[in-house]
């Protein structure tokens, strides 16, 4: 309670302020707005995998009933092509520009007509011709392109003498891990509604960040920011796949342009597989060396994931090897292998996550042949400070959250040796693995008024991509102001309320919490006459250290229960239990809710998600929910997810962001709990029944004819 007598809205888990509106199908989402003289396009994509259109025979299309028109790159107007995205230039940006095809999906025309049936219709009836030539779309390691990856998010680790530990070390692990391609599978396909008026362009889009993409889309169309006005009000998922400036966006705002209407593009599910980029495949070789007491001597993580020709894009694998554990040498490389594909986008904690299957991974393996409890060999190398960096830690919770979960999980009554717990036909198994996501602010805009009527109006460009944000700043503001959350009227989703860097890398709360505390600041220090409405706003620009002198991370240890049937390979995870260590929880209903989403993620990723190209055409042939496996109600267990006492001292509230920890350590957790009941380690995402009961099955098979 605060010096007015107000309850403090921080700490309370209160159900989402929306969550009325979606449940009862109110809440209007992009495709839900009706807009007067609205058409609608359908988009159309390239077949090959690299080479020129022909041919675009569009005789019949155009005369079937309802078509306005069709867009390709012999009519469409130029956009910049010097636009640039998170890592750089992007020539995947501009769209309908020339005949080349530089990957599979690209878009090829856009039909525009009166219904979205008509333009479906009439794309279908489209004849387009290609002359395809040789493409590369198999990724490996070995793959002669193979490059350093960019080092924007700094240079990679080396410190110590590598080789001279690994030589010293009783045991090392030196393995190599595979996770395959992955596509977002968002609820809400991506859709976008845009129209022209007095020469600003304005679009409501599914996105998570209208104001970093009415940057983008501006760039493109040559445009200044402000005449670019992006809406996303409520948005179905994003998971990193609505970060980008769209291809339903771009082309629906070239369409309205072109045929001065409103244009609508919604994608279908395959679109969004075929449009939208994916998290790339990664090859990871880690080497661990150890003395025999389980103390970490060296560790060398290199990450390769496959790239695209047109843009930079990184997947930040080798995090984890960093963070985790101490040792005295510590080297960590990233790979990248430019492929005629769409660029990779980020997707459920990017590389953190992969990069955790691996490292962790190898990490059970070292305590595996050291016949070490997986955990104690954890616990054993907690470093003091960052053990690359050597800067000490800004709140690091790890080892309670190890212990409390733990406890709560019932570790000290496992037998560590694999294969020997069965129930009936089932083997029964249990793993951990930890992991560690970077933390911080970015800079953004709050502006707040203090109304005459008594209540405030909050406007920041954040993004809802249904983690309940809203409700959360709804919060943070009242606390902030010193009033009840009822005289809060909290404005989002808006590239006009000012910079923002939207809902991405497990930082939009904490950035959006951070302007408007500091908003409040001002206002409170300006406020007077109470009958006059006041109004304060704050960019954060200037507040952001970019060089705090602790490293600031969020942590999770992650315990899984597996039952592997050896007869048909099939793994069903029994039971999932993450603590996690996040700075001060604003709404743990809410951060709950989230984290246990952010592991039926990594559910997903470790027992179905595989995304699977013909190499003859370099084309997806899991490019819709029945060829691409997610994981349904059926397949997600009791999951428990909580937190340990926890504030960040860099953060003016002590929060920090957890939209992706909850994926990153998950799919590890279940791999060690699948070597812990079968005895056989599965290197290769997804687990699927095949990968598994080759392995699993046949050592059952020569065991039962004496083999083994
Ligand atoms: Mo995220 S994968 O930073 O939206």
Redesign the pocket.
């Given at each position: 309670m605060n010096a007015n007598g107000i309850t403090a809205a921080v700490g309370e888990p209160r159900p989402r302020v929306e969550g009325r509106l979606k449940v009862t199908g109110s809440a209007a989402y992009v495709a839900d707005l009706p807009m007067p003289g609205l058409v609608y396009g359908w988009m159309v994509t390239a077949t090959v995998s690299r080479g020129r259109i022909r041919d675009i025979d569009a005789t019949d299309a155009l005369a079937m009933p309802g078509v306005l028109g069709m867009l390709d790159h012999r009519n469409a107007r130029r956009l910049n092509p010097d636009v640039a995205h998170h890592f750089g230039p992007d020539r995947s940006l501009p769209m309908l520009q020339h005949e080349v095809i530089e990957y599979a999906g690209r878009p090829v025309a856009l039909v525009v007509a009166e219904t979205p049936e008509q333009a479906r219709a009439a794309a279908s009836a489209l004849r387009v011709t290609y002359d395809a030539e040789p493409h590369e779309t198999a990724f490996s390691m070995n793959h002669p392109a193979i490059r350093p990856a960019s080092t924007l998010f700094g240079p990679e680790a080396n410190i110590g003498d590598l080789e001279a530990e690994l030589a010293a070390s009783t045991v090392v692990v030196d393995e190599v891990y595979h996770t395959p391609e992955e596509n977002h599978s968002a609820m809400e396909p991506h859709v976008a509604t845009a129209w022209w008026k007095d020469g600003d362009l304005y679009a409501l889009d599914s996105n998570?960040a209208p104001f970093s993409i009415s940057q983008v889309l501006a760039s493109l169309f040559f445009m200044d920011r402000e005449r670019v006005h992006i809406r996303a009000e409520h948005v179905g998922g994003?998971?990193?796949?609505?970060?980008i400036c769209g291809a339903q966006l771009i082309l629906a705002a070239m369409a309205a342009e072109h045929f001065e209407r409103p244009v609508r593009v919604a994608l279908t599910r395959q679109q969004v597989f075929l449009a939208i980029g994916s998290r790339p495949p990664t090859e990871q070789r880690v080497r661990i060396g150890a003395d025999a007491d389980g103390r970490l001597r060296a560790v060398h993580h290199h990450a390769a994931f496959a790239q695209s020709t047109l843009a930079e894009y990184i997947e930040w694998c080798t995090e984890q090897a960093r963070t985790l554990y101490a040792a005295p040498a510590i080297r960590t490389e990233l790979s990248a292998v430019p492929l005629d594909l769409l660029p990779p986008?980020?997707?459920?904690?990017?590389g953190a996550t992969p990069g955790s299957f691996a490292y962790e991974s190898a990490i059970d393996e070292v305590a595996e042949r050291l016949q070490m409890d997986p955990l104690q060999l954890r616990l054993l190398n907690q470093p003091a400070v960052s053990p690359v960096s050597g800067r000490p830690w800004s709140t690091r919770r790890l080892v309670t959250c190890f212990e409390e979960g733990a406890r709560r999980f019932g570790w000290a009554q496992r037998d560590p040796r694999p294969r020997v717990r069965r129930e009936g036909n089932l083997l029964v198994g249990t793993g951990v693995a930890a992991a560690a996501f970077v933390a911080g602010s970015f800079p953004a805009t709050a502006t707040i008024t203090a109304e005459a009527d008594g209540t405030f109006s909050v406007k920041i460009g954040a993004s809802d991509?249904g983690t309940g944000a809203r409700t959360a700043l709804i919060a943070v503001a009242a606390d902030a102001l010193g009033v009840g959350t009822e005289r809060i009227r909290l404005h989002i989703g808006d590239s006009d309320l000012g910079a923002n860097p939207?809902?991405?890398?497990?930082?939009?709360t904490t950035s959006c919490a951070f302007a408007i505390t500091e908003t409040a600041k001002a206002l409170r220090e300006k406020l007077g006459d109470p009958a006059r409405p006041v109004t304060a706003s704050v960019d954060t620009t200037p507040l952001i250290n970019w060089q705090p002198a602790e490293e600031r991370n969020t942590y999770s240890a992650v315990f899984a229960e597996v039952t592997v049937d050896p007869a048909t390979g099939e793994v069903r995870v029994r039971r999932l239990l993450g603590m996690f260590a996040v700075g001060r929880v604003i709404n743990a209903l809410l951060a709950r809710s989230q984290l246990i989403g952010g592991m039926i993620g990594g559910l997903s990723m470790a027992l179905h998600e595989e995304s699977v190209r013909d190499p003859l055409t370099g084309r997806l042939v899991t490019a819709d929910w029945a060829g691409y496996h997610i994981s349904a109600h059926a397949d997600v267990p009791n999951i428990e997810a909580d937190f340990v006492a926890d504030y960040e001292p860099q953060d003016p509230s002590g929060f920090n962001g957890l939209?992706?920890i909850g994926n990153t350590g998950t799919a590890a957790a279940i791999a060690n709990a699948v070597w812990h009941a079968t005895g056989t380690r599965q290197r290769t995402l997804p687990m699927s029944l095949g990968r598994v009961i080759e392995t699993v099955a046949s050592r059952d098979r020569q065991e039962a004819i004496g083999v083994a």
């Open positions: 998570q994003g998971f990193g796949a609505k970060t986008c980020t997707m459920r904690g990017p991509i939207g809902a991405g890398g497990s930082r939009g939209g992706e």
